[in-house]
């Protein structure tokens, strides 16, 4: 069974401060590594991507890709209220090529 | 922007009624997915299509069946609805699995 684990939380950060969400994924085969945010009551939303070891940054998010450790995580610079939310990651599975396989989500809470 | 369109936000039937979900896509994705969120229990996929006609079992396909006659167009269906179906089932479509996924605004379905 290929896996995806996330710590639930919640994860309770102050504002201005680093968020750092982290997932494990049994497929060595997995090549490609998504965060998505997903605000109660809504759909989840894109909001990271990668696909090569190291790091990859988008304004106030960093993606970290370590396929040795099968570890993936996301840090979230400069937490504002606004990023409270459930952060699912997902990775490919390599069994099936157009298929995610998705973790069960952190929740985020950033308080002011 | 690619648009996944869920025809209904909330919905509410009775037990033993054959239920319709409707998911349109607008990007001529390949891939179709349905998928039921519970709390807890994070996203698991019902069914998924990799082309027009093509269907394949996800995880939790009992009590499910789904169509797809169009490309653009993919349902899920009900065929004797019963309370445990009560979820929020949120579609998805993707070009290639390491695109990732664009959702729709989900399904929120009672069953009573």
């Known amino acids: 069974q290929k896996e995806v684990e996330q710590n639930s939380g919640p994860l309770s950060v102050p504002e201005g401060a680093i968020a750092s969400l982290n997932c494990t994924y049994s497929?060595?085969?997995?090549?490609?590594f998504f965060w998505y945010r997903q605000y109660s009551g809504k759909s989840p939303e894109l909001i990271m991507f990668?696909?090569?070891?190291g790091d990859k940054e988008d304004g106030r998010f960093t993606a970290q890709l370590n396929k040795a450790s099968q570890y993936v995580s996301l840090l979230i610079r400069d937490s504002q209220p606004s990023d409270s939310a459930t952060y699912l990651c997902?990775?490919?599975?390599?069994?099936?090529?157009?298929?995610?396989?998705f973790g069960a989500g952190t929740r985020l809470a950033v308080h002011p | 922007d690619v648009k996944v369109t869920q025809s209904s936000r909330y919905l509410v039937k009775r037990t033993g009624e054959k239920v319709f979900l409707e998911c349109v896509q607008d990007?001529?994705?390949?891939?179709m997915f349905w998928y039921r969120q519970d709390p807890g229990l994070g996203l698991r996929l019902i069914y998924f299509?990799?082309?027009?006609?093509?269907?394949e079992k996800g995880d939790i396909p009992e009590g499910y069946s789904v169509s797809r006659e169009k490309k653009e167009r993919f349902s899920l269906i009900l065929e004797s609805a019963s309370t445990n179906q009560t979820s929020m089932y949120l579609c998805?479509?993707?070009?290639?699995?390491?695109?990732?996924?664009?959702f729709g605004s989900g399904t929120r379905l009672t069953v009573v």
């Open positions: 998805a479509s993707s070009l290639r699995g390491d695109y990732g996924y664009t």
């Open positions: 497929d060595r085969g997995s090549q490609s």
């Open positions: 990668i696909y090569s070891n």
């Open positions: 997902a990775v490919t599975f390599s069994g099936g090529y157009n298929k995610l396989i």
């Open positions: 990007m001529d994705h390949e891939n």
């Open positions: 299509s990799y082309d027009v006609k093509m269907k």
